[in-house]
């Protein structure tokens, strides 16, 4: 299997990881179980996934806890560990704070949580309105050099708050929604940004929340502490229009004896823009099918075939 490399760095990964939100995560999805998080990351490592994306704001540290103890057995050199911060709750209100104080605090509390001596890929989770961009990453730049952090990432930045976050070229991995229903990041001129500036890009959102593993009809119902009750894909007229263009992709799975959400998630792996893609899951068993995605190989036609079916939703 071909590796990705994070940026300028040495860390290298899987190009499938792991997205664990659902791990601990109990402030954005409803009735998760501790243990069933634990087995769904080891899942995830025993079917050769290596990077797993975890970050404060899951549950307040709880997810970063959780995958900390997922992973006490297992070579922690395997393995590529990527947290976030910037959320501050400590007005008592959630506020987003990008300090470079806050932020080496957060980091430590992170490693203390994750129970391990470094953070592969630490990310700023989302910008704030005062600090200068690159002295944030400034922040971050220190604790690479005190050997805490070893690549250094942002999150929900626009092109215009990654440039001048990167202005000493220190950001080695930019993180942002993307996926075949948010096309937007290959015309609006952050493709050529991040390859000329040797930054990697790890999509979140892969499978538009589940709406991309064709396992929804029009039935579909959320709860409204489900997040998926307020993401606009599940709305009309979008929702029925993603669900039409998913039934397109079923026959190439079908050519592959594949599901839908495996070809789709091979559609990432595939895409030279891509570096590592990070599916979510609820259970084991997702992760274990998504993990198959690392050994389908789309013709040039059918990659086309997907991205067009999708495109324009
Ligand atoms: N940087 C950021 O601001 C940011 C924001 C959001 C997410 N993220 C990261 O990106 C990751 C991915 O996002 P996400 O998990 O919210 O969305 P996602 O990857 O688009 O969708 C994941 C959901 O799809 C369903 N699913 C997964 N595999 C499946 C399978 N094989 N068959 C059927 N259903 C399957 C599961 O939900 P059900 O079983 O409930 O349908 C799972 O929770 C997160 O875990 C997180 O690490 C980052």
């Given at each position: 299997?071909?590796?990705?490399?994070i940026g300028?760095t040495?860390?290298?990964t899987t190009p499938l990881?792991l997205g664990?939100n659902?791990v601990?995560?109990y402030n954005?999805?409803?009735n998760?179980k501790?243990?069933d998080?634990i087995?769904?990351?080891q899942?995830?490592?025993d079917?050769?996934i290596r990077?797993l994306?975890t970050?404060?704001?899951?549950?307040?540290g709880h997810s970063e806890e959780?995958?900390?103890?997922a992973?006490?057995?297992y070579?922690?050199?395997e393995?590529?560990i990527?947290?976030?911060?910037?959320h501050?709750?400590?007005?008592?209100?959630?506020i987003?704070?990008n300090?470079?104080?806050?932020?080496?605090?957060?980091v430590?509390?992170?490693?203390?949580r994750?129970?391990?001596?470094?953070?592969?890929?630490?990310?700023?989770h989302?910008?704030?309105?005062?600090?200068?961009?690159?002295?944030?990453?400034?922040?971050?730049q220190?604790l690479?050099?005190?050997?805490k952090?070893?690549a250094?990432?942002i999150s929900?930045?626009?092109?215009?708050?990654?440039k001048?976050?990167?202005?000493d070229?220190?950001?080695?991995?930019?993180e942002?929604?993307?996926s075949?229903l948010?096309?937007?990041h290959?015309?609006d001129?952050m493709?050529?940004?991040?390859?000329?500036n040797?930054i990697?890009f790890?999509p979140y959102f892969?499978l538009?929340?589940g709406?991309l593993?064709?396992?929804?009809?029009?039935l579909?119902e959320?709860p409204a502490?489900?997040?998926?009750?307020q993401?606009?894909d599940?709305?009309?007229?979008?929702?029925?229009?993603a669900?039409?263009a998913?039934?397109?992709?079923?026959p190439i799975?079908?050519?592959?004896?594949a599901?839908v959400?495996?070809?789709?998630l091979?559609w990432?792996?595939q895409n030279?823009f891509?570096?590592?893609?990070?599916?979510?899951?609820?259970?084991?068993d997702?992760?274990a099918?998504n993990a198959?995605?690392l050994n389908?190989e789309?013709?040039s036609e059918?990659y086309?075939?997907i991205?067009?079916a999708l495109?324009?939703?």
């Open positions: 299997m071909t590796k990705s490399v300028k040495d860390v290298t990881g664990t659902a601990g995560g954005l999805f409803p998760l501790d243990e998080g087995k769904l990351v899942a995830g490592i079917h050769g990077l994306d970050a404060y704001v899951y549950g307040l959780l995958v900390g103890q992973i006490k057995n070579d922690r050199h393995l590529t990527a947290t976030k911060g910037a501050d709750f400590s007005s008592g209100e959630e987003i704070n300090d470079p104080k806050f932020i080496t605090q957060q430590d509390q992170s490693l203390q994750l129970g391990t001596d470094y953070i592969d890929i630490y990310y700023l989302f910008p704030d309105h005062d600090t200068p961009k690159a002295e944030a990453v400034g922040a971050l220190r690479r050099e005190q050997g952090i070893r250094i990432g929900n930045f626009s092109l215009a708050q990654i001048e976050a990167n202005a070229g220190y950001v080695d991995v930019v942002d929604e993307f075949l948010h096309q937007d290959l015309t001129g493709v050529e940004y991040l390859h000329e040797q990697s790890v892969p538009a929340s709406l593993t064709g396992k929804y009809d029009h579909a959320f502490d489900d997040i998926r009750s993401i606009a599940f709305k009309e007229p979008r929702f029925t229009k669900l039409t998913v039934e397109q992709i079923r799975a079908d050519a592959h004896e599901t959400a495996q070809t789709v091979a990432y792996i030279p891509i570096s590592v893609v990070i599916p979510g899951a609820k259970r084991p997702q992760v099918a198959k995605a389908l789309l013709s059918e086309q075939t991205e067009q495109y324009l939703v």
